[in-house]
């Protein structure tokens, strides 16, 4: 059974900075492209960030880059999201989620599994 576990989300200033987690089981996480998915309230689901098996390839949603940063931990089957600058903009559900297809955004059907989601306020 595939399980995506993120965490890290909470309540932070504009222009302050997270680190979401997401620990994987169930499958071979050493070779699947994973990434980040947020939904803001009343909003569709849009993909912020995602990485290559390996970590050599990376992409970004053209609002978070220079601002995020995606990572992956093979020997601990972890995928991050650093998140600087923070707007409130960027406030919502964050999810992590397995890619099925490279690029896995902007057009929908690019992933295949997503967790439970974490939350993320930025507000003053």
């Known amino acids: 059974e595939v399980r995506l576990v993120e965490s890290g989300g909470g309540l932070v200033q504009p222009g302050g900075s997270l680190r979401l987690s997401c620990v994987a089981s169930g499958f071979t996480f050493s070779s699947d492209r994973m990434g980040w998915i947020r939904q803001a309230p009343g909003k569709e689901r849009e993909g912020v960030a995602a990485v290559s098996d390996l970590g050599y390839t990376i992409m970004y949603a053209d609002s978070v880059k220079g601002r995020f940063t995606i990572s992956r931990d093979n020997s601990k089957n972890t995928v991050y999201l650093q998140m600087n600058s923070l707007k409130p903009e960027d406030s919502g559900t964050y999810y992590c989620?397995?890619?099925?297809?490279?690029?896995?955004?902007?057009?929908?059907?690019?992933?295949?599994?997503w967790g439970q989601g974490t939350q993320v306020t930025v507000a003053s």
């Open positions: 989620a397995r890619v099925s297809r490279w690029p896995p955004f902007p057009s929908p059907g690019g992933w295949s599994d």
